[in-house]
Nanobody, 124 residues
Framework: QVQLVESGGGLVQPGGSLRLSCAAS???????MAWFRQAPEKAREFVAA????????YNAHSAKGRFTISRDNAKNTVYLQMTSLKPEDTAVYYC??????????????????WGQGTQVTVPS
């Protein structure tokens, strides 16, 4: 059974940077991995996804150009480097493991395992 553990969240000033990490274990660690986020009273939102070989996809509205997803297969870890953070980036960020090794889905339904989340707060 896959297990995902996020870390790296925290409080950061507008314009600052954070790097989130997701340590994975279990049989799906070679599949597509993704980051989602959920702000209070809002639906879970796709941020970025990465395939086993490093192909990536981003939420064009909120992440592209500011966030970078990467993975280290040897360490079974996925990262989300976030720069130029804004108050609207405040959310709980979740790591997810997908059903496929190549399909970069943007729907939560494309993912079969989730971490517990890590809070990112950017004050206004």
């Amino acid at each position: 059974q896959v297990q995902l553990v996020e870390s790296g969240g925290g409080l950061v000033q507008p314009g600052g940077s954070l790097r989130l990490s997701c340590a994975a274990s279990g049989p799906t660690i070679s599949n597509v991995m993704a980051w989602f986020r959920q702000a209070p009273e809002k639906a879970r939102e796709f941020v970025a996804a990465i395939s086993r070989i490093g192909e990536s996809e981003y939420n064009a509205h909120s992440a592209k150009g500011r966030f970078t997803i990467s993975r280290d297969n040897a360490k079974n870890t996925v990262y989300l480097q976030m720069t130029s953070l804004k108050p609207e980036d405040t959310a709980v960020y979740y790591c997810a493991a997908g059903l496929s090794s190549w399909y970069l889905g943007a729907s939560p339904d494309d993912y079969i395992a989730w971490g517990q989340g890590t809070q990112v707060t950017v004050p206004s």
